[in-house]
């Protein structure tokens, strides 16, 4: 199995080859389509896209890490943190192509 790795434009491309609208339209569809989400995960808001999965912004309290090459603790501030659920539909449909 080759790696290939999808991009907007990859997208856009599919869009305006199944939809049928212009290379232009089907490029802003994407944008706006990412957008909408990218602009729910920062107001903390959770996505959920039927049959493919859901993205959630958790957040993750201060801990305690320690350097691995020296051993010395080193405190690890707070942070938001961004979780990809995959649906069971995806799931089974990734282990099917195996």
Known sequence: MENHTIT???LAEAVYEE????????SDLVEAVLDEIST???KGENVKI???????VRQKGERVGRNPKTGVEVPIKPRKVLV???????RDR???SS
């Open 19 to 26: 939809v049928g609208l212009s290379r232009n339209e089907s």
């Open 84 to 90: 990809f659920k995959a649906s069971h539909v995806l």
């Open 40 to 42: 729910a995960l920062v």
């Open 8 to 10: 907007r434009a990859d």
């Open 94 to 96: 990734v282990n099917e």
């Open 50 to 56: 039927s049959s493919f999965g859901s993205f959630s």
